[in-house]
């Protein structure tokens, strides 16, 4: 009488194999979800960051200035009066920021209304946006291109 004790080279290969196409087609959908939350977290943030320089440039009768330095991956909000940095923030790797026709600093009057309208893109690996800064009292808009 014969017993058997553990799995043939075929049946260990064909598992294997399995697996690794499994493996082979996940990696790119966990990929590209990375990718898509990470920026929507950064967009949030960057959009609840400029209404809040709006709104302090309203409530405070100050300038706030919102410096975004692509080059360093960060952006701060600056009290100009006092050149005090009230927050500072970094840009994730993954995300890429390019000033279009955006002027640096972002300054809204004590009216809430952008002194310099413009245009910035941001990239990440697998899309391109556009953030618009209109003219007149709202804040800034985003679509994918």
Avoid at 7 to 34: D, G, N, Q, R
Avoid at 55 to 81: C, G, V
């Amino acid at each position: 009488m014969s017993t058997r004790n553990g799995y043939t080279l075929i049946e260990t290969v064909i598992v294997l194999l399995t697996l690794s196409v499994v493996i082979a087609i996940a990696v790119p959908f966990h990929s590209k979800t990375v990718d898509a939350l990470t920026f929507q977290t950064f967009y949030q943030q960057f959009e609840d960051d400029v209404l809040l320089t709006q709104q302090l440039s309203m409530t405070n009768q100050a300038f706030y200035d919102l410096m975004i330095l692509p080059s360093q991956q960060k952006y701060f909000l600056l009290e100009t009066k006092t050149e005090r940095k009230v927050l500072e923030r970094s840009i994730p790797d993954t995300i890429k920021l390019e000033l279009q026709t955006l002027k640096v600093p972002v300054r809204f009057s004590s009216d809430g209304t952008i002194y310099s309208p413009g245009s910035m893109r941001i990239k990440t690996n697998s899309k391109s946006y556009r953030v618009v800064f209109p003219f007149g009292k709202s804040r800034c808009y985003m679509y994918e291109i």
